[in-house]
């Protein structure tokens, strides 16, 4: 006896994930449904540039558009499960992420993911990648710009022994989407003066399915979104740093999709010279970077002076060793404008000699326009401790007196472990959804 096998296609369409989108995709997506490709852009100048995630606010559609939107597409945004609220007015936030089944990996170089994911074999992996997760973004206001620190991946497979993301290990990619909604829902709602609550802790289920009676827009009364977040709105900058959790270089694709996004003036409208790529030197990546016509400034993890030191605190230097990366570096194509940055997170007693600041020095000398960022490193449950500020200085002087610009960089947010290297989604389960201050 033959089964009869029933399929739902005509009941159920498939429905469609606008955000993340670039603006031919959306135009193409509207082409499908028979409407103007012109209805796209529209779509896509109100999720980016507008920040209206529901149908109703985007007026210059029409009706029946709206409405088969409502049955055949969604907006899915993140649930805000908890700020955290620090004394400098910095605010980390905890995003709840749904399920990623349909997320496919992409990379750099086509096996990097691969290979860390086969330590724990391919079927776990595979199984890793469909789990809902959680990542952070920090927001941090001051006089005349925000940044915003984004994650482009949950966790972090590169295991840089200092940074206690990496204690999380490799969660899953995140989409463009993802890395987009960090950016979006924080700009909002210091645009708005409020913070949104979903009803129920629930997700928005699409666009145009979260009318305003199903959020609570909740009035800050303790200041502490100051001062570019407050009801005056935001302010006239907007700088964002991809060193949120996870290696960007190790998900390309989608972190590339979200960037031009971003950088589009026609999208959030970010300047170049305004966002920062950090990677902890995947020299595939750079190369591909390299290649990109729309891209932001680039980042290198550096924290060593030499290969035996970087092998320790950093695996990922026994496949791109430091000749290799400087060799990618050297040949990294900058604009006029631009300089390549190397960040060295400073380590009381294992890379803040004298000696150290002297081996920068060289292997910094070939290159043509760089900068170094001196980085206290921020306190967590790990076998490190900060250098004195002695000796950070002294570090400084080196590089400075033979003519390599470098900088302290005291991050932001450390009584919240919202600081450099401190990501690591702690009181995920603990702590209640609200907003929590120091004490």
């Given at each position: ?333 900058l604009r006029t404008w631009e300089h390549l940055t190397f960040e ?88 209640p959804l609200s907003v929590v201050s120091p004490q």
């Amino acid at each position: 006896m033959k089964t009869k096998e029933f399929s739902l296609a005509a009941e159920t369409p498939m429905i469609t994930e606008l955000l993340g989108k670039s603006k031919e995709e959306l135009r193409e997506f509207c082409v499908t449904l028979g409407e103007p490709a012109f209805r796209g852009a529209q779509i896509y100048h109100a999720l980016y540039s507008e920040r209206k995630f529901d149908v109703g606010q985007i007026t210059n559609l029409p009706a029946a558009l709206r409405e088969r939107l409502l049955r055949e597409a969604r907006v899915t945004l993140p649930e805000v499960k908890q700020r955290f609220t620090s004394a400098d007015g910095s605010v980390r936030y905890l995003f709840g992420l749904g399920d990623a089944e349909k997320v496919k990996t992409f990379n750099a170089e086509g096996t990097e993911s691969t290979e860390f994911a086969e330590k724990s074999g391919e079927e776990r992996a595979s199984r890793r990648l469909q789990k809902p997760a959680s990542v952070e973004a920090v927001f941090m206001p001051s006089e005349g710009r925000q940044t915003i620190c984004v994650s482009t991946q949950a966790g972090c497979a590169v295991d840089c022994h200092f940074c206690l993301t990496a204690q999380l290990g490799l969660i899953r990619n995140l989409t463009a989407g993802e890395i987009l909604a960090q950016v979006l829902l924080p700009l909002e709602e210091a645009h708005r003066g409020t913070r949104i609550e979903m009803k129920d802790g629930g997700l928005p289920a699409g666009l145009g399915q979260v009318p305003p009676a199903a959020t609570k827009q909740i009035e800050e009364k303790d200041g502490g979104l100051k001062p570019a977040a407050t009801r005056t709105g935001l302010a006239p900058q907007t700088n964002i740093v991809l060193m949120g959790q996870g290696e960007p270089l190790l998900n390309f694709e989608p972190v590339m999709a979200a960037v031009r996004i971003m950088l589009d003036p026609e999208g959030l409208g970010i300047s170049p010279k305004h966002m920062t790529l950090s990677t902890s030197g995947i020299v595939p990546g750079i190369e591909r970077l390299a290649q990109e016509k729309v891209r932001p400034k680039l980042a290198i993890s550096l924290n060593a002076s030499h290969d035996e030191q970087r092998d320790a605190l950093m695996p990922i230097n026994k496949k791109y060793p430091l000749s290799v990366l400087m060799k990618a570096c050297k040949e990294y194509p900058l604009r006029t404008w631009e300089h390549l940055t190397f960040e060295y997170v400073m380590l009381g007693g294992i890379n803040d000699a004298g000696e150290d600041a002297q081996r920068v020095v060289r292997l910094l000398a070939p290159l043509k326009s760089v900068k170094v960022n001196l980085i206290p490193w921020n306190p967590g449950e790990l076998p490190y401790h900060e250098s004195s500020p002695e000796r950070i200085e002294e570090f400084r002087r080196i590089l400075v007196d033979r003519g390599v610009p470098a900088f302290v960089r005291y991050s932001r947010g450390r009584d919240v472990m919202a600081a450099c290297g401190q990501l690591a989604l702690l009181q995920i389960d603990c702590a209640p959804l609200s907003v929590v201050s120091p004490q």
